[in-house]
């Protein structure tokens, strides 16, 4: 048995024996019935510790390449041969490395990145340190499906006060993220030929996750005052609508109070409930946040949150308020997915709102976006001139650019992308019904410094000038 030892490398002595005769094992070299040497000759040989070849033969006696006889010594297992298919190139590290160098000049207007080099992360770490020293031992355990009562208590009272929504705690189901939250919806709602109503435009991540159960999407279109409720279907039964009335997605008009009562009264008549996302709204530049559709009917409104924009996608939190007919099957569902949602992430978040952090790192970033918003603005204003009109830009951290005599194809996208360092994104990948936004593209600002978006603009603009003569 041919095993080689080389004691400069940084892997054990027992995982090389290990891994050699395992990988002759496997591959026929050393066939079943066969004798291995004993643990004294074979140490003798390669000049190592006996005690390195007894580790080695014991992790092999485990996982049952090879076993003992008695009075006979060690032998190959039967049915341990395995032909082994040949890998697939994996990219080494310099590999990867070299990949991410060669975008790191990208300038990626992604919608829906919150700043995030703003986290807060001092307070962040400083309340999660005493989050784990202080608590009880229980907190480590298992826990409940809906969330933290902590949580539910506490984010209860601020949506009242901020968002007008009201629900008591056990109406709260907490998330990972508004991901979860619309699964959930999915899951407890739709089945095999349901029909949704739509807002049209709307993410295309929503639209999949709400046709995976097999269901069908009634697109309705928006305009700068959001979804267009006098197209509403007279003579349908959906199982709910959905709407982002705070600041539709992505064209970023703001739900009228007429539409939202027409909306509820729609929603009454067919006997089916209305999905509120409620996404970024608390970035609104102009007058004060809008208050939610579901306080004006939280019988009939399921309410979604998220702290992905708030805060940071990477916190992985968001939560669902539902009518109480709806909150028990809902709770285990969530059970059924994951649980529940890591507890010490959910007592973190409670504190840092119930100690006023949250509102104030609202405050401040609402400042430092309508900074970046105006900035955006006026380079596309610059640019362009009147041959550009900006939707959307009143809430959040996009606004949608519209322009005249051009057409945001895939190859274009790709082409500034590839070849100008630009990445923006076109409001037709959003569309239900296509071909009715192609001139049309979003730009999120969140995460991008003035002088990315500047130069960002700079570049779109080169490249829309090359590609439409090219």
Known sequence: MWIQIDKTIEMPLIHQVYEQIRKNILQGELTAGERLPSTRELSSNLGISRNVILEAYEQLFTEGYIEGKQGSGTYVAEGATLHLTEKSHTPSFLDMHEAKEETTNLIDFRPGIPSLDMFPRNI??????????????????????????????ILARYLKRTRGVHCHPDQLVITSGATQALSLIADLLLSEGDEVLIEDPITH??????????????????????MKTDYLPSKKKPSFIFVTPSHQFPIGGTLSIQRRIQLIQYARKVNCFIVEDDYDSEFRYQGGPVHSLQGLDPDKVIYIGTFSKILSPALRLGYLILPLSLAKSCRNLKWFMDLHTPT?????????????????????????????????????????????????????????????????????????????????????????????????????????????????????????IQLRNG
């Open 124 to 153: 962040w770490g400083k309340i999660s340190k005493q989050i784990c020293e202080d608590t009880s031992n229980s907190v480590f355990g298992y826990d409940s499906p809906e969330g933290r009562v902590e949580l539910r208590h």
């Open 344 to 464: 010490l992430q959910q007592l973190t978040i409670a504190r840092f709102i119930d100690e006023g952090h949250l509102e104030r790192h609202i405050r401040k970033m609402k400042k430092i976006y309508k900074s970046r918003r105006d900035h955006i603005k006026k380079c596309l204003t610059k640019e362009f001139g009147k041959k550009v009109k900006i939707l959307g830009d009143s809430t959040g951290l996009h606004l949608v650019a519209e322009f005249q005599n051009v057409e945001f194809s895939a190859r274009i996208i790709q082409e500034l992308s590839k070849k100008y360092n630009v990445q923006v994104y076109p409001v037709e990948l959003h569309t239900i019904e296509k071909g009715k936004h192609k001139n049309k593209i979003i730009l999120g600002y969140g995460n991008l410094t003035m002088k990315e978006i500047e130069e960002g603009i700079n570049r779109f603009k080169q490249g829309i």
């Open 205 to 226: 991540e929503i639209q999949t996750i709400f046709t995976t159960p097999g269901s069908t999407l009634c697109p309705i279109p928006v305009d700068e005052h959001g």
